[in-house]
């Protein structure tokens, strides 16, 4: 019986794994509970890597207060919670010392979890598919190790070379040369609150070491040929979510997609479902002498965005859809 592999991956400033592992499940077993077909077989495969930078941002906020005028500053909270966790984790990631302890850890949880040898991988059973559902800085860091020309530099030293050869022989299309023929073919991305789209800035100036478009370019293109249609990429994107962006007219510009060229097929979903996240959207509460006022004034980062950030996870819509497409594909 073939299965379909849910990979999920998380973004930035997540350091408790049991919490994560335990939201992850919750999203899977909410698609799950979406898909009508009981025959179809479904498996999680859950990464987690956000413990690597810990020790490093720990100690730049310790380096933060005891500077002499840190209380001065404002939105300390916002700061210390939201803006250095963010900032922190996507700085770390470009080194690549940080970047090689994250490859080594996912590549382990990856093979581990499909429960593919990598001898399996090269001939995987009949109908298996992968469904990527990535969230937040978490894109980044799988799109890099899967398509990334700076993981052929000179530099990476031959034992992650091998780990990320590994990891991309998993994926149909994504290995170098013969290799291409390797592994499970992906049937669906769902990319959530994704900055994808501001990474791509470091490729627009003609950078090389990160520029993900080419080989990206490729693997849809192989896919193609396998699957015969082009692959569903959904993006759910919550409007107070400032990390979150909109691809259906970014992706194409950054594979440089001919107009009739159909590898891809984006689509761009609000995610928030509830009046009361709507109504928020356009009146912020604040108080005077004690009572509460709305006022209309849209509601800012700086008092939603953290939690718009991390909604994707328990929104009922998203997981819905999520299975939608795996049951439709």
């Known amino acids: 019986m073939s299965t379909d592999y849910i990979v999920f991956i998380h973004g930035v400033n997540v350091r408790n794994e049991a919490a994560y592992n335990k939201q992850a499940n919750a999203m899977f077993q909410n698609i799950k509970a979406s898909i009508n077909d009981s025959s179809q077989t479904l498996k999680p495969v859950i990464l987690y ?3 690597v930078g810990q020790d490093s941002t720990n100690t730049l906020l310790k380096g933060l207060e005891l500077s002499p005028q840190w209380e001065e500053f404002w939105f300390k909270d916002l700061r210390t919670t939201q803006f250095l966790p963010f900032v922190g984790d996507a700085a770390l990631y470009l ?3 940080v970047s090689k302890a994250i490859v080594e850890q996912l590549t382990e949880q990856a093979i ?4 593919l040898s990598l001898e399996q991988l090269k001939n995987p059973p009949e109908g298996d ?3 990527l559902v990535t969230h937040s800085w978490g894109t980044v860091v799988l799109f890099d190790i899967l398509f990334s020309s700076r993981w052929e530099e000179d530099a990476v030293t031959p034992q992650i070379r091998q780990l990320i050869e590994n990891m991309r022989r998993g994926f149909f299309g994504v290995g170098t040369d013969s290799e291409k023929e ?12 994704s900055p994808i789209a501001l990474f791509n800035l470091i490729n627009i100036q003609g950078g090389n070491s990160f520029n993900l478009t080419p080989k990206l370019k490729e ?3 192989k896919l193609q040929e396998k699957l015969k249609k082009p692959l569903p990429w959904k993006n759910y994107a919550h409007p107070g979510d400032p990390i979150a962006y909109p691809l259906k007219g970014v992706v194409p510009l950054f594979l440089d997609l001919a107009k009739d060229q159909n590898i ?3 689509e761009d979903v609000m995610s928030p479902s509830s009046w009361i996240g709507r109504l928020f959207g356009k009146y912020s509460p604040f108080k005077v002498l ?3 006022f709305l006022t209309f004034v849209p509601i800012l980062p700086i008092i939603n965005g953290g939690k718009a950030h991390g909604s994707y996870w328990a929104e009922r819509k998203v997981a819905q859809m999520i299975g939608n497409v795996i049951q439709s594909t």
């Open 49 to 51: 890597w956000g413990n």
């Open 95 to 97: 080194s690549r010392t």
């Open 112 to 115: 581990k979890q499909i429960g």
């Open 129 to 131: 598919r992968l469904h």
């Open 182 to 193: 390797f592994g499970i073919p992906l049937a669906s991305i769902h990319t959530m609150g």
């Open 219 to 221: 693997f849809l293109e």
């Open 264 to 266: 891809v097929s984006v």
């Open 290 to 292: 004690g009572k509460s």
